[in-house]
């Protein structure tokens, strides 16, 4: 895939792709969200933060992804992209199956194509702004747009906090994508749509990195009731 590291273009295969779930920062709050996760059926993780490894072949910077039905949603997390042993910054969406979440976390996450911004900044060069930063995504359901996350990244786990983690549990990442985790949702119900829209904006430059995808619904072929 082809992506603009600080507006150079870069031709970029990654070798492991790593989504890392219950990443706040204040664990109270955490472990909150997962008691509300258990009362919609879906099973508290074994560990935090829960680490799940999916293909590469998800990874997209398309335009436009293909699910089955939809109940399914988009998630804006930071991503972190270690190319040419270096560490840079972009915008991702962790687009997951909600009915086969409360089945299986892991498959959920497979099952659904992952977009990311194909701009990405270098991460040394705003490590020690990135608190205030501001991340935000809508979801566009039959033209309306509503806002479905809203938040600074001070919330969440600084990305050496996280990456200190990862080499702690001997996980090897070079060439790896990594989906850093996300901000609680607007009113705490998934909304589902045909397009999700994300931004996160350096508040100090106000330069932003987009990310901008619709969702194509498949029939389900095996759904009796239509």
């Known amino acids: 895939m082809l992506l603009t590291l600080d507006g150079r273009n870069v031709q970029w295969n990654p ?21 509300e996760l ?7 993780p074994p560990h935090v933060p829960m680490i799940y490894t999916v293909s590469t072949d998800l990874i ?31 915008l ?17 996450k497979q099952v659904c194509a992952k977009p ?18 501001h991340l935000r995504s809508w979801m566009v359901s039959d033209g309306k747009r509503k806002l479905y996350q809203d938040g600074h990244l001070d919330s969440l786990l600084k990305p050496e906090t996280l990456l200190d983690i990862l080499k702690r549990r001997n996980i090897k990442l070079t060439n790896t994508l990594i989906f ?27 330069q932003k990195i987009v990310l901008d995808y619709r969702v194509n619904f498949l029939p389900d072929a095996e759904d009796t009731n239509e």
């Open 180 to 206: 850093c985790g996300t901000l609680p949702i607007e009113g705490s119900k998934f909304i589902f749509g045909d397009q999700f829209i994300a931004e996160l904006e350096n508040t100090e430059t106000h």
């Open 116 to 133: 990311i911004s194909n701009q990405f900044w270098r991460l040394n060069s705003v490590i020690d702004k990135m608190d205030s930063f």
């Open 38 to 44: 258990e009362e919609i059926g879906i099973p508290a």
């Open 92 to 108: 991702g969406s962790d687009h997951t199956d909600r009915v086969l979440e409360a089945h299986s976390v892991q498959k959920s």
């Open 60 to 90: 997209t910077v398309n335009e436009e992804i293909a699910v089955v039905k939809k109940e399914s949603s988009g998630e804006a997390e930071l991503v972190l992209a270690n190319i040419e042993d270096e560490w840079y910054l972009g």
């Open 15 to 35: 070798v492991q792709c790593i989504v890392a779930g219950y990443t706040g920062r204040n664990q109270e709050a955490v472990k909150k969200h997962i008691r």
